[in-house]
């Protein structure tokens, strides 16, 4: 069954307090166009700087999971993403006029609330979802900390925590259905250890935190010294411990809390993956620098096995377009035109096909005795197969000719040789917009990739 990408209806705004900084935060989620996936974008800096929600902008994992990207950072982004990603939503503009989004009260629970008053709506495009075939692990060997991934017919999340200490012990917390984050899992809040908190209030760095957006664990005896401090820090006339082991003023929403907000996290980490997974997750004693490392490794693997898979065509049967409705497309002409069929097409991506033979003119020079097709042939070729995609989305495409703009991220993995059969895939980037077209563009022969680049065409009527 096929599955179609999220969005929300409409923009929503909600504010509270950076943990951090202890200053009111402003956030507002708008609707994002498909493909587009999760962005930060910071309002409150010159030319509103965006911070895509990628592994590769992980800089820092102390207290949260930071981003940054060109300078500019966004700080604990795990909640807010979480909250989408349990909702099962793929696209989403984050706006906030701050380097952190308000804490609430420690959890996804109130980012849950806004995004679905907001409303969730299907786009016209397909999910990109990536299927889990094989185990894929990662280790921190300094602290144990590892995460497996394995095959199972939709996103599983189990976590096991174990703190080495009396007072918290062993938890473990399992999401069966992504569709039961909001009633098992978003509520959890953020939780510490005494120790910490002590060590945080010494250096300043949790002004926005108070006894009702954190579970604090009381590791060790809680003294006259620490408990004026934490009085001072937390507002209150009165501080004491439950029978629990926390700080009261608060109640735990389920006994094992801690292990639920940790598989949260899992979750809001791994949505800088940038696709939706389809396998389960074992979590042991996960924490935010594993999370995000794990991330990394997953999102280059999927990068690779994308960029290497190879498309499978019957090229015996009848194409979509063959080198007659080419031409009543494209202003190409031998010995220019470089694409001879057209497998597929959509309003989204274009397939194509060349053979290359020995008769082609380039290679009586390049080179004599060892024909090569050159690379920047390759790249034309692929740009008349992009080109397709872009004339048709006009009534009259022989009015129009076919302009490169840009190309970028090139690469050559192989050489190209009489008697290969080119295939050509590309997909967009963004959406067609004032006859410009920005797409993903590779090519393989024999099995193998052979070339790929970020094109950028526009077309223009012919006056």
Known sequence: MSKKQKTIKSEISLSGVGLHTGNTVSMTFKPAPVNHGFAFVRVDLEENPTIEACADYVVNTQRGTNLEKNGVQVQTSEHVLAAAVGLNIDNLIIEIDASEPPIMDGSS??????????????????????????????????????????PSDEYQITTMVDFGTKILGTQNATLDKISDFKKEIAAARTFSFLHEIEMLLENDLIKGGDLNNAIVYVDKELSEATMQKLKKAFKKDNISVKPNGILDNLNLHWANEAARHKLLDVIGDLALVGTRIRGKVIANKPGHLVNTMFAKKLAKMIKIEKRNNVPQYDLNHPPLMDIHKIMDILPHRPPFLLVDRILELSDKHVVGMKNVTMNESFFVGHFPGAPVMPGVLQIEAMAQCGGILVLSSVPDPENYLTYFMK?????????????????????????????????????????????????????????
């Open 407 to 463: 190309m970028d991220k090139v690469k050559f993995k192989q050489k190209v040789l009489p008697g290969d059969t080119l295939i050509f895939k590309n997909e967009l980037i963004t959406p067609i917009r004032r006859g410009i077209c920005h797409m993903q563009a590779y090519a393989y022969a024999n099995g193998k990739l052979v070339a790929e680049a970020e094109l950028m065409a526009q077309i223009s009527k012919i006056r």
């Open 109 to 150: 629970k109130f980012f849950v609330e806004a995004l679905e008053n907001a409303g969730i709506q299907e786009q016209d495009a397909e999910i990109e979802e990536y299927v889990v075939k094989e185990i894929i692990s990662y280790k921190d060997d300094v602290t144990g900390s590892e995460i497996i991934l394995m």
